[in-house]
Each structure stands twice: as C-alpha cells, then as structure tokens.
C-alpha cells in the first residue's frame, strides 16, 4: 500500500488550495478515504472521510462549508478541495486508508496558512 499527498504549500487566508493523494498497491475502491491534519503541538485530527463508492462523506465541524473531499476511483486518488483557508488551517495533512482493520497512511504534506 502506497499513499502519495501533493498540492501543499503556502498560501494566504482567504485562499485555495487542492491536495491530491495518489494511491497504489491496493483495491482503491474498497477502502474508506480520509484527511487528517496535524497542527505543531496538537494531536491529528480527522478533516474528512469518503466511502469508497464517493456517496458517504463527513467533515470535521472547523471545516464544513469549506472544505470538500472527493475521489475518482478511475485514477486511484482521493482530493481534498480547501477554499477559505483561514491560519488554523496550518498543519500537515495526511491522507488515511482503511478497510475494517487495515489502515495505511501517507507521508503527509505541509499547508501553511499566512500573509
């Protein structure tokens, strides 16, 4: 299992950006995609979740109206879509596999958040 975050990087408030995770080594469809984040000094948290078949999705309360998390499973990757982005959006974000007891993370990619 394979996970690859991109599209992090520095923007300021108000603004957009839109992080990709590229998957391999598994049934991508199978699995239940997910966004956590990790500020400096906090624990993870969970951003957004989608079912594998792209009908079920939740978002943290910070992030609902904001943010939107979508796949194509076609290419294997899971998007997390921000707009909006306010400073404590800075953090690193990771993107999360899972099927029942399997779970498989990526190497996370950095989003800051500043004028």
């Known amino acids: 299992v394979q996970l690859v975050e991109s599209g992090g990087g520095l923007v300021q408030p108000g603004g957009s950006l839109r992080l990709s995770c590229a998957a391999s080594?598994?049934?991508?469809?199978?699995?239940?995609m997910s966004w956590y984040r990790q500020a400096p000094g906090k624990e993870r948290e969970l951003v957004a979740g989608i079912s594998g078949d792209g009908r079920n999705t939740n978002y943290a309360d910070s992030v609902k109206g904001r943010f939107t998390i979508s796949r194509d499973n076609g290419k294997n990757t899971v998007y997390l879509q921000m707009n909006n982005l306010k400073p404590e959006d800075t953090a690193v974000y990771y993107c999360?596999?899972?099927?029942?007891?399997?779970?498989?993370w990526g190497q996370g990619t950095q989003v800051t958040v500043s004028s």
């Open positions: 080594g598994f049934t991508f469809s199978r699995y239940y």
């Open positions: 999360k596999a899972t099927r029942g007891v399997l779970a498989s």
